[in-house]
């Protein structure tokens, strides 16, 4: 380890902001695959459990394979969440960046570790992952970064979800130690069935345990090897042991309350069905109370070496839910999914959910992006290193980093740095939005306060948010207007290659509708959406396109194709997982199919939509 | 990634001991670096080759566990699971080994080639991104044999598809040719709104003031010859004069976007003998340029110059793009013979990366792949069907790895043993970049240029041993119509599991030959009108729960087998096609009623948790040719969008199942003539169903045979024919040998009296002799044995009809009048392939 405090000149310089450690380049960030793994852990923890706040960043496979898969501004909370999921459900995660980080003035101390991970199915059961999508563009980008997929593949860590844990669990058929919650107490009354496969089992394990315990006399090898097999003997490790099968959950509860008799030299274990469900109870012959013991100790090492081995890089995930500590992310939404989806269970199917199950698990989630609207609009806050950058020319907020990690040896192979860039910028932000009291130690209740106004917003792209925002921000940006989804309208079935511009001359005189103002995006190649400046309009122009009463330029329109739906068809889109490639394509299908079966109307008079001009640009590609 | 055994090689320990010398320079590697050279030494090569071998790895083979290949997939299935499988995964190595005859040397001289191959989006094409899917074990076994990821990702290369290339051109035509010169010069309408913004308005007055003073620099200078005014040095940078098309132009440098548009504002605003334009310069970043044009038709010139220049330029990056097609493209020109091992999957795999989209129907395909490469070769058909070979291949497996160490040990094991010198050997030299050697070991196993090698090796020996004789074998002539091969040319294993070929250039599908078949056949021949797929029932149900609550509603010999599709779905097998529609009838009326008799009702079981969906095979194979892939069985089915629970057979599917019955009757020779007739009284069957026949099937298969030799009453041996079908799909699951069928289940029958239904079964193995009682048995005198426990009856009466009959399920099949002596069938008389031997006096 290199000292945790550097030396004076370093700190001399840290007035003018500029350290060393401030090129990225320079940032020793560990990196961990398979082989240090088991070593770091503790350090890990220890980072984890003095820290004040843990950053996080992903480097996926890729992230969406469609225009229209992508997050946008006229998403809801709900829709953009299903997007994430469906991304969350077909990508991997290959390096995951973490970095136990503390705020102290302007200077943060910050932990990075890279661990690199690969899906690998060690126990042949189809997990952590079937099979995962790759996108070349991800792939060719990392590759220019110098990304070594041969270390990712070959000694990437694996892992295992909580949930495929305790189904592998199941499947593995490991012996379960009997503890007081599996005895049931309630014991109904015995009828003769029970107490007939009671006497039984009960003369089984006396005759078993007579023969076992009477190994002073000398028998023959014959007999004794002839009584084995009449008696059903076993061995558990050097111990011997008996099988009794069950058939029921009554049953096992009736030969664990028998075998309650035998407790002073028999442990009994239960052994899990690969359906779920007991398959036998085992007795386990002890010499001693002390083996007896011995025998406890060592099954529990057992499950705990194999556990361990299970989890894998989950390990690091339970560490972060076990500290309580807040999470710094910078796509909150798309990593968290992922985090989910692949650590904790599969995404349930709706966002209300979602947040709940992740709130059990990482109680505070902070979102920089979301940080960041309180300060003011930033044109595209996609890239981290351009925010701090906007940020270093508007703001004066340096903050200084110190990483004490050991160096890597081989640098130029170093990857990871965002995880460290959403330290610093976290910690410019809270600077800039004096969030962060000089003593952190003193004063947690504050911080806690403080952070919680941020904390758990996942849905914070530009330009929308579930907050209303007050009068400042949208002094600022007077081009963002709240649109409802009622007023908009998604239009498909024109030429493809059209431009928005082309499409709203065309729309501007087909219809009385389009006398009023309107605007026009395309979403992508094959779709645009439509909204309407007045409330009703989008109602009238849907009744119209659906009756046959339309006439004049638009019908010349239809005829050639032109179809439009509601927000609510979009919205049953992005729920029942149509992702193909085309929207439009998406949204025929899911008409088509909803002609069969109509199901309850989607409510979405509550949930609103923004959209800004300067992404109306953006889409005239 | 194919599956494919390591050899158990001990060539390392012998190799020290021999005299030969093994070369193991490494295998030729290509990439994007050496791409251009390696393909035009490879053009030369193929043209000169007798024939080709190649061979692919992949990132995966299935997408989800229940696209794997069952013995129930019917042709169509196994070519929508084919087809799932190409399109989803990637191909990110190719190994091209061409393989010339030398008469000098009397060997075969060959370039092994190993391509990494990784399609870039290189183009700014579609909306869609490219992605791949990698299957986690497969990329697994591709780590254990140090696969370098590295060299693919980094500097695999690139490709096109015909189709993609097709759409690309397209694109660009349409995008110069399309728009009219005045909507391309205009590609964004500038709004005036921006000049009311005071800055701007500045802004522009000084821009359209140092172009006046250019423009008029400019003229002067024409006119005068004076050097260009150094007028704006102080913005140099920023304004660059140059030369444009032969016209004096300035380069705009340094401006944002905003600036770039009031000035392109400007400059159609005020000035008519300048145009602003947009161009791609080298290194693919856009240029401002500002040209001085004469007059409106040599803007329409130039316009038009840089157009062409544009279009050609997008036109050339996309002919740069095709890169590693330029290889497929020269084995379909060149004719070539292509050999492969096993390689159904790797043409899909070649057809869906480099052609287009896989067609949907397997006919398509195959009469496509036909037109672009007219001879294919598959050397794991040639070892199976030729019984020379099999002789050879001593009843060893046919995989790779082992073909090629039994048939080519020489190479294999890279010395030249005495004993092995008695087997007459073709050699094949290897040459790599000019290093030549006949015992070539480039010591990397499943690379695929060296399996592309291998494979080429085996054919090259397998040839010999058809009696090819390479010296003979004029250069000229195509190896492909050689006589000796020509029954094996362009036969490909559609599935390996059942063993069901296609002929590439008939498109005729045939099952594997019986003579040459290692395998036996474990079912009787599949009816796919007879299955019935159910997904979605309660997890803890296994196969046989399955059967058993199915078989309380039809009877004990409805369900023929239960086969786990995944954990999550089976297919149920009926013995006959109406049960299918009936069982649907029937499910589906259970799932409209909640009433007490549906839930009492014997197949509530299966029913339970409201979950559970069956319908036809049909729509297996629908689901089937869904581009969605979810890991569980009823995971895909609720993706596809399948929202019923149980889908009823149409009434035309009735037609359909009478076809399919003259079909069998077609194919069946003898019982054909007869009808066959079924007894509907399944409820009063003998067999009752008792609870310990479960137990009875999780027991191990050593502990049945046991078991079965206790029971000494006759009608428990009747139990244990009627179960033997579950035995049967149990052996089969468990891959145990066939032989434990027949012998434990040998059936021996005769009667002897007139009017006695009871019939004597005797036990070969235990020589014990047992009464049942066989009502059909009436008015016959023989019954002998056959395949699981059909009988043949004989009756007294001449005239009367000859049947088989099956005592449990009570099937009778009519074999006409009894004028034949002895009967003797081999396999079930269910079987198609049924043959009945009779002898006339």
């Known amino acids: ?621 | 990634m194919k599956k494919r055994w390591p050899i158990t090689i001990l060539y390392r320990a012998f190799s020290s001991s021999t005299t030969s010398t093994t070369a193991s320079f490494p295998l030729k590697h290509v990439k994007k670096s050496n791409f251009d050279s390696a393909l035009s030494s490879l053009r030369h090569h193929v043209q000169a080759a007798d024939f080709v071998a190649i061979d692919l790895e992949m990132t995966g083979i299935t997408s989800a566990p229940w696209r794997d290949s069952f013995e129930f997939d019917r042709f169509d299935v196994r070519y929508l699971k084919v087809k799932d499988s190409a399109e989803k995964f990637a191909v990110i190595q190719f190994g091209v080994s061409p393989f010339r005859w030398d008469p000098l040397k009397q060997s075969f001289i060959t370039h092994p080639h190993n391509f990494f191959i990784f399609q870039r989006q290189e183009l700014p094409l579609d909306g869609a991104a490219y992605e791949f899917l990698c299957q986690t074990t497969s990329m697994d076994f591709l780590a254990k044999y140090q696969f370098d990821f590295n060299a693919c990702i980094h500097e695999g290369v690139s490709y096109l598809s015909r189709e993609q290339e097709d759409k690309a051109l397209k694109h660009v035509n349409s995008t110069y040719e399309d728009e009219s010169l005045d909507s391309w010069h205009s590609l964004k309408e500038i709004r005036d709104t921006h000049l009311f913004n005071i800055p701007d308005i500045l802004f522009a007055e000084r821009m359209k003031d140092r172009l006046s003073e250019w423009l008029g620099g400019l003229l002067r200078n024409r006119d005068g010859g004076s050097e260009v005014q150094p007028s704006f040095n102080d913005s140099k940078q920023q304004f660059e004069t140059i030369f444009f098309k032969m016209r004096p132009a300035i380069s705009l440098n340094g401006f944002t976007s905003h600036q770039l548009l009031l000035i392109q504002l400007v400059v159609r605003k005020h000035f008519k003998d300048l145009a602003y334009l947009r161009v791609s310069g080298e290194n693919s970043c856009s240029q401002n340029v500002i040209v001085y044009i004469e007059s409106e038709s040599d803007k329409k010139m130039l316009m038009k110059e840089v157009k062409d220049e544009q279009k050609i330029d997008a036109e050339m990056s996309i002919k740069a793009s095709i890169g590693f097609r330029h290889v497929i493209d020269l084995l379909s020109s060149e004719k070539k013979l292509i050999v492969g091992h096993n390689c159904f999957l790797d043409i899909a795999h070649i057809y869906s990366k480099f052609f287009g989209p896989l067609p949907l129907t397997a006919e398509e395909f195959i009469s496509s792949v036909n037109k672009y490469f007219p001879h294919i070769i598959d050397t794991k058909i040639l070892l199976n069907s030729n019984s020379i070979l099999q002789q050879r291949m001593k009843k060893s497996s046919t995989s790779l790895s082992k073909a090629f160490s039994v048939l080519c040990p020489q190479i294999a094991l890279g010395s030249k043993s005495t004993h092995l010198a008695l087997q007459p050997s073709v050699k094949v030299e290897v040459e790599v970049d000019d290093i030549r050697s006949s015992n070539w070991n480039s010591g990397v196993k499943h690379e695929a240029g060296y399996d592309a090698f291998m494979t080429g090796c085996v054919f090259a020996q397998a040839c010999s041993h058809l009696g090819i004789d390479f010296k003979q074998q004029s250069s000229s002539e195509n190896l492909a119509h050689n006589e000796k091969l020509r029954e094996h040319v362009n036969l490909l294993y559609l599935s390996w599991t059942n063993g069901e070929i296609i002929n590439l250039s008939t498109g005729n599908r045939t099952s594997e030959s019986l003579a040459s078949n290692k395998r036996k056949n474990h079912y009787p021949k599949i009816l796919f009108e007879c299955i019935v797929i159910v997904w979605g029932f309660p997890s803890h149900l296994k196969a046989w729960d399955i059967r058993e609550c199915i078989s309380k509603v039809y009877g004990p010999t409805s369900v023929i087998s239960v086969y786990h599709v995944d954990e999550t779905a089976v297919f149920v097998q009926f013995s006959r096609a109406e049960m299918v529609s009936k069982f649907l009838d029937l499910k589906g009326s259970l799932d409209r009623n909640n009433d007490p008799i549906s839930v009492l009702h014997p197949l509530a079981k299966l029913l339970e948790g409201g979950n559970t969906c069956a319908a036809s095979y049909e729509t297996y194979k629908e689901i089937c040719s869904s581009t969605v892939s979810k890991v569980l069985f009823a995971d895909q089915a609720k993706a596809v969008g399948i929202k019923w629970k149980t889908k009823l057979v149409e009434s035309s599917d009735k037609t359909k199942e009478h076809e399919s019955l003259r079909k069998v009757k077609a194919v069946n020779s003898d019982p054909s003539c007869g009808e066959r007739t079924k007894n509907k009284n399944f409820d009063d069957h003998p067999c009752s169903f008792n609870g310990s026949r479960r137990t009875n099937t999780n027991l191990p298969i050593e502990l049945l045979s046991e078991i079965f030799e206790e029971l000494t009453d006759c009608e428990n041996i009747s139990h244990r024919a009627a179960v033997c079908m579950s035995f049967m799909a149990s052996c089969h699951q468990n891959f145990l040998p066939s032989t434990f069928i027949s012998s434990s289940i040998s059936f021996l029958h005769c009667s002897h009296n007139h009017h006695q239904n009871l019939a004597l079964s005797s036990n070969v193995q235990t020589h014990k002799h047992h009464q049942m009682f066989l009502p059909q048995l009436k008015e016959s005198r023989c019954a002998s044995t056959s395949y699981d426990g059909w009988l043949l009856t004989l009756p007294f009466d001449r005239k009367q009809n000859l049947y088989l009959s099956n005592p449990f399920a009570r099937d009778r099949i009519k074999l006409g009048t009894a004028q034949a002596l002895r009967v003797v069938t081999s396999i079930s008389p269910l079987d198609p392939k049924c043959v009945v031997l009779d002898i006339h006096k």
């Open chain 1, 1 to 621: 380890m290199v000292p945790k405090f550097k030396p004076s000149p370093l700190r001399i310089r840290s007035f003018c902001t500029k350290t060393v450690q401030q090129n990225p380049h320079h940032w020793p960030i560990k990196q961990i695959t398979k082989t240090n793994f088991n070593e770091s852990l503790s350090e890990i923890k220890n980072h984890i459990s003095s820290s004040d706040f843990i950053a996080v960043s992903l480097q996926n496979t890729g992230s969406f394979s469609s225009p229209w898969h992508r997050v946008s501004t006229f998403d809801t909370p709900e829709t953009a969440y299903l997007k994430a999921k469906f991304a969350a459900e077909r990508f991997q995660i290959l390096q995951f960046a973490i970095c136990p980080f503390k705020l102290q003035a302007s200077k943060v101390i910050a932990y990075p570790y890279n661990f690199h991970l690969f899906p690998r199915d060690e126990l042949k059961m189809g997990m952590p992952s079937y099979s995962f999508t790759c996108q070349t563009s991800y792939l060719t980008a990392m590759a220019k970064e110098g990304f070594d997929f041969n270390t990712c593949i070959y000694d990437g860590i694996s892992y295992l979800s909580e949930a495929q844990e305790s189904t592998v669990k199941v499947r593995m058929g490991n012996p379960m130690a009997v503890d007081h919650a599996t005895k049931s107490s309630s014991s109904p009354a015995l009828s003769v069935a029970d107490t007939v496969f009671i006497e039984r089992v009960r003369s089984r394990v006396k005759h078993w345990k007579n023969a076992c315990t009477d190994s002073d006399i000398k028998t023959e090898a014959l007999v004794t090897s002839l009584r084995k097999i009449v008696l059903g003997g076993e061995q558990f490790g050097s111990r011997p042991s008996m099988t009794i099968d069950v058939c029921s959950e009554r049953q096992v509860q009736l030969v664990l309350k028998m075998l309650e008799d035998f407790s002073d030299v028999l442990v009994p274990l239960i052994i899990p069905a690969k359906g779920g469900g007991t398959q036998a109870v085992r007795a386990v012959l002890t010499s001693s109370d002390e083996d007896k013991d011995l025998l406890k100790r060592e099954l529990q090492t057992f499950e705990f070496e194999q556990n361990k081995r299970v989890r894998g890089f989950r390990e690091v995930i339970d560490l972060i839910s076990a500290s309580q500590k807040p999470l710094v992310a910078h796509n909150s939404l798309n990593d968290f999914t992922f985090i989910h989806s692949k650590f904790l269970a599969p995404l349930p199917p709706n966002m209300n959910e979602f947040i709940c199950s992740l709130r059990l698990a990482f109680p505070q989630v902070i979102d920089v992006n979301y940080l960041l609207k309180d300060i003011g609009p930033v044109k595209k806050m996609t890239n981290i290193s351009a925010t701090i950058a906007y940020l270093k020319n508007r703001f004066f907020a340096p903050i200084e980093m110190e990483i004490p990690n050991q160096a890597n040896e081989n640098e130029g192979k170093i990857h990871g740095h965002n995880v460290v860039k959403i330290c610093q910028l976290f910690g410019k932000l809270c600077s800039i939005l004096k969030i962060t009291p000089d003593a952190i130690e003193s004063s947690d209740d504050f911080l806690a306060s403080a952070i919680n106004r941020y904390a758990n917003i996942f849905y914070s792209l530009p330009g929308s948010s579930q907050e209303p925002t007050n009068e400042e921000i949208r002094g600022w940006t007077n081009d963002k207007r709240k649109v409802s989804c009622e007023d908009v309208v998604f239009l498909w079935g024109f030429r493809e290659r059209i431009s928005a511009g082309i499409l709203k001359n065309m729309l501007q005189g087909s219809h009385e509708v389009f006398a009023e103002a309107f605007n026009v995006r395309m979403v992508d190649r094959s779709c645009a959406i439509v909204v309407f400046g007045k409330p009703g309009l989008s109602n009238t122009f849907k009744n119209v396109m659906n009756s046959k009463a339309v006439s004049g330029p638009l019908r010349e329109m239809v005829s050639d194709g032109l179809k439009a739906a509601g927000y609510e068809t979009y919205q049953r889109v992005c729920s029942s997982g149509l992702w193909e490639s085309a929207l439009a394509d998406a949204l025929d299908k899911t008409l088509a199919s909803h002609n069969c079966l109509s199901e309850a109307a989607y409510e979405t008079k509550q949930s609103e939509i923004y959209l800004s001009n300067e992404l109306i640009n953006l889409a005239e590609l």
